[in-house]
C-alpha cells in the first residue's frame, strides 16, 4: 500500500469535513460561529478543495494540474482559517486569555496538518507530473 500516511490524513480530513457540514446545520443559534455568513460559504470552498488535494496526494491522481490553482488554494485555505481564528477569538465575551494559549497553538497545529496534503500535492506530485516522470495517473 502505498502513500498509507496521506491515506489516513485524507481520512481524517473527510470525517472532519463532513461533522463540520453537520455540524453547521445542527448547531443551535446561540452556539453558532460569530463569523458572516460569507466567510462560512470561503470556509467551505476551501475545505472542499482541501479535500480534494488531500485525496488526489493520497492517491496519486491528477484532477487540476495547475500547480498556481493548489497555491491559491493553500493560500486562501490559510487565510480564511487565520481570519476565523480572529474574528472567533477577539469577539468581545469571547476566549480568556489561558483559553487562548491552549487554543491558538492547537489550531495553528490543525490548519499546518490540515494543509500539508495541499502543499505536497503541488510541491511534489504535480512537479513530478509535469517532468514526466511521476506516479500521477491522470483522470
Known amino acids: ?38 466567510v462560512s460559504v470561503l470556509i467551505l470552498i476551501f475545505e472542499v478543495l482541501t479535500l480534494l488535494s488531500a485525496f488526489c496526494c493520497a492517491f496519486q491522481k491528477v484532477v487540476i494540474d495547475s500547480i498556481l490553482f493548489w497555491k491559491s488554494v493553500l493560500a486562501g485555505f490559510v487565510l480564511v482559517n487565520v481570519v476565523v481564528l480572529y474574528i472567533e477569538f477577539s469577539a468581545p465575551g469571547g476566549y480568556k486569555a489561558s483559553e487562548l494559549a491552549i487554543m491558538v497553538p492547537l489550531s495553528l497545529l490543525f490548519l499546518l496538518l490540515y494543509s500539508l496534503p495541499t502543499y505536497f500535492y503541488y510541491s511534489h506530485d504535480l512537479r513530478k507530473h509535469a517532468d514526466g516522470d511521476g506516479e500521477a495517473e491522470v483522470r
Do not use: N
Not at 500500500?1 to 445542527?26: N, T
Open 1 to 38: 500500500m502505498q502513500r498509507p500516511g496521506w491515506k489516513i490524513l485524507f481520512v481524517v480530513i473527510l470525517i472532519s469535513s463532513v461533522s463540520s457540514i453537520y455540524q453547521a446545520f445542527d448547531t443551535p443559534e446561540e452556539l453558532k460561529p460569530s463569523h458572516p455568513a460569507y
